[in-house]
């Protein structure tokens, strides 16, 4: 009985039943197990281990099943880090990476071919429908080379979101998005002002929630040459306690949101944002504790005393109480190159998650016909998102997209393809010439234009900054090919980046400052500034974190799109969801 576990004629039988039943067989064998381990020869009967630990638990499970048959998927069981239980599917921050190669394997063994080195810089529509796609072909040695047409019925537009506006990104390097080009497209934004945002070490990229806020690190600034280092957050705390319980309640709050500002933990997510604004770099430190060690865990807000002691954390170091709570955390850090037992983490408050995006129908199909947007890029999710379900957004709207496809829309792409694709093949050709020069300058004009975003666009919005950076995108779109210049190829590849990355840059701060003159107010993720109706919760931060927050929670979706290259917004009220009489 003891190797059943090990059986491979045991594995195949369930594997030809059911592959999620292969999953359980380890769980299942162990109960077996331990069912055989209590069973005595004297005994007539055999006593079972019982169905459910507890009362709750059955609870727990009748509720979810419950949900699962009649529900619209608000059943969740998220629980953040490295933490393996209540998901689904998950290896911790591996579970995205290794999802896109077992996915691109799939395609590898269908025979699908894949155009490698090939970037999308325009997509073909006339008249609401899609017709194919212009790329860039960045290995091409030769002008004659440069460009690949595709032509097509159908896209699925799968580009994530629009990463690339942001300096302060928790997006991977290579992650840009293109939400500008299927605008550009005639595809309608919806909810564009919708983001998460949070937290994040800059390199590696990836967010510090969970046990590496749980754990206490002391959190520390220096100038941007490393000297004056400080523990600035004391500036504004005048109890290192409440400081340190603010601290570890931003591992389960990790997300920055308003309604935390006064009362939670977002307050550190402000304070790490102001300092730096002063151009300051800010780290966390594992190696010493915060306040030199001058804390009690028995001070601390009983949900972080109760947490830590629970435990068995209450003692040494951040290092060592990380090490003693979550190891693998230190161990991810360490595979790319960060070892947190002798090195500092360099932080800031970083875009992590755009909620809104394109719109679209139950297909994930955009207004453009046969253009679909899945995950990211589409406008899945509202003000907020509940953690986890981003990947679910991707598989569920690729299938759907998927099937929709396959039965709906075969056959040959629509006529209009060759009048796009000549037009297409002009502008982009005609911008590659203007754009060439001995010594470029897209790659200054992309930081600065990221930094601003950052600045002005992100957590912290001030209308009247939004408005302003918003005027010089437009300026700069205008002139885009008198004043964006490319060195190289690798640069032109670049300049079709950076010219998407405006476009983005241009709806997203127009969809904010339309949001505004409607009178939106704080909400989510996103602080509006407000100096007439809000209030500052804290006297000593500047004037900017005057806000008021949304309160009212209007019903009312914002949707964008471009007319004859200009920013149009409209609002309409949600899509109900469906009665449930739940007579089940």
Known sequence: TRTVGESEALEEALEEQSILWADDADFAVIMVLRTLDDMRASQTDVPLLPQYKSEDDAVFVKELFRKTLVGYGEYIGYKTDHDPRRRATSVGPYTSKQ??????????????????????????????????????????????????????????????????????????????????????????????????????????????????????????????????????????????????????????????????????????????????????????????????????????????????????????TPIERLTQMNRPAIDFYRDKGVDLYTQPLEIALCAQHNNGGLDIDCWWQTNVKGLFAVGEVAASHGVYRPGGTALNAGQVGSTRAAQYIAARCQGDAPAC??????????EMGALADACRADTGNVRALWQHAAEEMSRCGAAIRDPAQIRA?????????????????????????????????????????????????HGGQSRGSALYTDLTGGVKPFAQLPDTFTFALDETEAPLIQELWFEDGTCKTDWRAPRPIPEDDDFF
């Not at 393809?417 to 002009?426: G, P, R």
């Not at 437009?474 to 079709?496: C, I, N, P, W």
């Open 99 to 316: 999802m896109t190669e077992c996915l691109e394997a799939a395609v590898q063994a269908k025979g699908v071919p894949m155009l490698d080195k090939t970037q999308v810089i325009k997509i073909l529509a006339d008249g609401g429908t899609v017709c194919g796609l212009l790329c860039l072909n960045t290995a091409a040695q030769n002008d004659a080379d440069r460009f690949t047409l595709i032509r097509c019925k159908n896209v699925i537009w799968a580009t994530g979101g629009p990463a690339g506006m942001y300096a302060d990104s928790v997006y991977p390097f290579s992650q840009y998005g293109a939400t500008g080009l299927a605008l550009e497209a005639g595809a309608k934004g919806k909810n564009l002002t919708e983001w998460q945002y949070g937290l994040a070490s800059v390199a590696p990229r990836w967010n510090v929630s969970g046990t590496y806020m749980q754990v206490l690190p002391r959190v520390y600034s220096t100038a941007a040459d490393g000297s004056d280092e400080r523990e600035f957050l004391m500036d504004f705390f005048t109890d290192a306690h409440d400081m340190l319980s603010k601290l570890f309640l931003k591992g389960y709050q990790w997300p920055f949101d308003v309604r935390k500002v006064a009362d939670g933990s977002s307050i550190i997510d402000i304070l790490v944002y102001l300092e730096t604004c002063k151009g300051r770099r800010v780290y966390l430190d594992y190696r010493q504790n915060p306040v030199g060690g001058a804390f009690a865990y028995d001070a601390l807000l009983p949900e972080a005393r109760e947490y830590l002691t629970r435990a068995g954390a209450c003692f040494g």
């Open 417 to 426: 393809f060759d009048t796009e694709a000549a037009a297409a093949l002009a």
């Open 469 to 517: 950076y918003g005027k010089q995108v437009e300026a700069q779109l205008a002139d885009f090919a008198l004043t964006v210049k490319a060195g190289s190829r690798t640069e032109l590849a670049m300049v079709y980046r950076l010219r998407d990355m405006l476009l983005s840059q241009h709806a997203y701060l127009t969809a904010m400052a339309d949001y505004t003159a």
